[in-house]
């Protein structure tokens, strides 16, 4: 019966994307992107007798971010096996379906049980690597089945949660298929303890510290966003939302002095609108740029801008570089604040909003002094007057940021020592 009202409910799921299609590019790209997968994934896979695939799992962008620090471990420890990566989100396949790394980048199949035994049929992968969450059970179910060794990475559980409560029988079972559990902290062992899985759990953080690091390291100027910033105190506000930048509107109207790059979560020009609607001075990145690459002379409104509103993907991590203090945006929303990682490993001051709750990472560097929450503009301002004018205690944030990322660091290295200890990969080398 439980299986049964999963597949009506993944049945309705489908027939909503359908629905809502002629009028939403997300839903419209997620039916077109799935259109003939089995077709092209025989016909590409071009596998060598014996050569073994690794499949990793992302639900959208930010799983794979987590992930990638793992998946560029394995394509360097095991050059000759090949690299299947998958989406369920739009969002996650259109920016990363040409990523590098990889060798296939896939929409993975809605979940049925046909879907799932026609794909482990075609690809049938030597070791199955599934990012923090997103669970399906026809794949698990099959997966398990198969005996393949399947490795669940930087999970985090919340008592509150399904698996945890009387009628989550059927996610349990989920949970069980697993091969191995890679949790982000003791208390997501002590839950999963709680329903009798202990024995192939281990505590090993978070890869997107690994990630977050790395792109530290790799950092690389973007010449137009030091021009804006030159000689100015800056406020960088990445991932934004409407009730972010509602927020922050009247501190940076009042406050022509300070640079504000807002970079928003959604692009689309009736958000950037409304961005334009609440700052006085505000420019987009892609005019600014044009104007300077050109070589004229700024427009009035241009050399009086105080706002830079980013119009493109990509290079959020990269701005909370210049930052003197940074803003993360989402935690106003139901789902909570994004990744706020990228502007810690910097070691800038981190402040967010009051939804957090779900996030290890933000309750951790709020106690380690690195960040701040806020509820309002009010809270917001004398946080951020507070820093700008006390460099003692903007330090002292600032030290605390960085060296609670880096502290962090390893879960990487601790998921390629059991692969490589247990031989899950590399057989076919021996």
């Not at 923090?132 to 393949?148: P, S």
């Not at 903007?394 to 609670?404: F, G, K, L, P, T």
Request: aromatic fraction near 14%; proline fraction near 3%; charged fraction near 25%.
């Amino acid at each position: 019966m439980k299986t049964a009202i999963y597949f009506i409910a993944l049945k309705l799921y489908y027939a909503g994307i359908v629905l809502v299609s002629p009028w939403n590019e997300k839903a419209r790209l997620w039916l077109r992107g799935r259109r003939g997968t089995f077709t092209r994934l025989r016909t590409s896979i071009n596998r060598n007798p014996g050569q073994e695939l690794v499949w990793m799992h992302c639900a959208s962008l930010g799983e794979f971010e987590q992930g990638r620090p793992l998946l560029e471990a394995v394509r360097d420890r095991y050059p000759q096996a090949k690299i299947l990566l998958t989406f369920f989100s739009s969002s996650g396949y259109e920016i990363r379906k040409n990523y590098d790394k990889a060798d296939l980048v896939f929409y993975l199949p809605l979940d049925t049980p046909l879907n799932a035994r026609r794909f482990l049929s075609i690809v049938q992968p030597a070791l199955v690597l599934w990012i923090k969450y997103e669970y399906w059970y026809f794949y698990f179910r099959e997966i398990q089945k198969a005996g393949i060794p399947f490795l669940l990475i930087s999970a985090i559980f919340r008592k509150e949660q399904l698996f945890f409560h009387w009628h989550g029988s059927l996610h349990r079972d989920m949970l069980r298929c697993f091969t191995h559990l890679f949790v982000q902290t003791p208390e997501s062992a002590r839950l999963l303890g709680s329903i009798g899985i202990s024995g192939h759990t281990s505590v090993t953080g978070d890869t997107r510290f690994d990630r977050v690091i790395e792109i530290a390291g790799q950092f690389e100027p973007i010449s137009w966003i030091e021009d804006f910033c030159a000689g100015h105190l800056v406020i960088v506000a990445g991932s934004t939302w409407d009730e972010d930048e509602e927020e922050l509107d009247h501190f940076a109207n009042t406050h022509p002095e300070l640079r504000f790059i807002v970079a928003p979560h959604e692009i689309h020009a009736a958000h950037l609108k409304d961005i334009f609607k609440l700052f006085k001075h505000a420019v987009l990145y892609s005019e600014y740029r044009q104007i300077k690459e050109a070589g004229e002379g700024l427009p009035e409104r241009f050399a009086q801008a105080n706002v830079l509103v980013i119009d493109n993907i990509g290079m959020l991590a990269r701005l909370y570089r210049y930052a003197t203090i940074t803003y993360v945006g989402g935690g106003f929303g139901e789902s909570g604040v994004h990744n706020i990682l990228e502007a810690a490993v910097y070691g800038k001051p981190v402040v967010f909003g009051p939804v957090y709750d779900k996030y290890a990472e933000a309750e951790e560097l709020l106690e380690s002094g690195g960040a701040f929450s806020i509820r309002n503009a009010i809270e917001l301002e004398k946080i951020l007057n507070r820093l700008l004018h006390n460099y003692h205690e903007y330090r002292q944030v600032c030290e605390a940021s960085q060296r609670y990322v880096y502290a962090k660091s390893g879960a990487k290295q601790k998921i390629m020592d059991y692969i490589s200890a247990n031989k899950l990969l590399g057989k076919q080398a021996g």
